[in-house]
């Protein structure tokens, strides 16, 4: 089923890349369609861009579900926990005792380097 999932994702997301890249921008860099009347129909300018706005927004829609189903997918089986689940305890923030220092330790020494003759 994941495997299903990220496939459609690709899919979707590549889908998603061409359709913005086909609609007409501010400075018209890579839209499709210019000129041309015609009756307001399907392929004129304005019903060009109509159906490019509503399809991108549908793709993009299927982009975040199937981002939300393989997250879900992923967080199945999890055993998750809460902080506020743990028993409370109320002593304080426990410390541990410092251990004692042995008595006999020499001082540390510096490196031996070989003294020049």
Not at 21 to 50: H, V, W, Y
Not at 53 to 78: D, E, K, M, P, S
């Amino acid at each position: 089923m994941q495997t299903i999932l990220v496939f459609a994702e690709l899919v979707i997301a590549v889908a998603l890349i061409i359709f913005v890249l086909l609609q007409r921008s501010e400075g018209g860099a890579l839209g499709m369609g210019g000129g041309g009347g015609g009756l307001g129909g399907l392929f004129s300018p304005r019903g060009a861009a109509d159906t490019l706005t509503r399809t991108t927004a549908i793709l993009a829609a299927l982009f975040f579900l199937t981002c939300v189903g393989l997250n879900l997918l992923a967080l199945h089986g999890r055993n998750e926990r809460s902080i506020l689940d743990a028993p409370a305890t109320s002593q304080g923030p426990s410390v541990a005792p410092k251990p004692k220092a042995p008595v006999n330790v020499p001082a540390p020494s510096g490196p031996q380097v070989p003294k020049p003759q």
